[in-house]
């Protein structure tokens, strides 16, 4: 049975952290839900920080509509970073709960460039855990160790620099949903 994966998008995500791991994980087999934080079909469009526009596949709203808004339906998700996608992402109480009740439910949570700062910080869950984010950001983060490595895994949390570490990002996810030799397959096809 594949694994399935949400890509959280809110207006001012990072295109190549929201893209690049859609794009990965497919290739690999992962299902992947493009999902926009916004309310209504007007939401399903989201304009990503530089001007690109993405159509999600849903909603959070159609989602918890359909049931499928729980921890208990997802194997992970996944949090683009990008400013003002971040903070939009971290204000919103929808995604504080559904990332909060992955992690407590021990399911991938994965979080790029200002994410691990904006986002899983503030909800506790880099307390005493190693982790890496955009430069600069980790001063915000107490305790935490903040590693500066492309990718660091710690537990069911995977964290990253930024877009030019997204092929990485994605293939350590892809590795922690399926085997490395699948992960090592993705990265060979793409010349990571």
Known sequence: MSKKVLVLLAEGFEEV???????????????????????????????????????????????????QGSAAFWDGVLLPGGMPGASH?????????LVK????????????????????????LLQDRRFTCFPGMETTVSGAQWVEEKVVRDGNIITSRGAGTAGVWATAIIAYLTDPDTAQKIASAVLL
């Open 17 to 67: 952290e929201a893209i690049t791991p859609i794009d990965y994980l497919r290739r690999a087999g992962i299902e992947v839900k493009v999902v926009s934080i916004a309310s209504g079909d007007a939401g399903l469009q989201v304009q990503g920080a530089h001007g690109l526009w993405i159509l999600a596949d849903s909603t959070l709203e159609a989602l918890a509509n359909a049931g």
């Open 89 to 97: 992402l971290a204000a919103s109480e929808t995604v504080i709960t």
């Open 101 to 124: 009740d992955m992690a407590a439910a021990g399911k991938l949570v994965a979080a790029i460039c200002a994410s691990p700062a904006v986002v899983l910080f503030p909800l506790g």
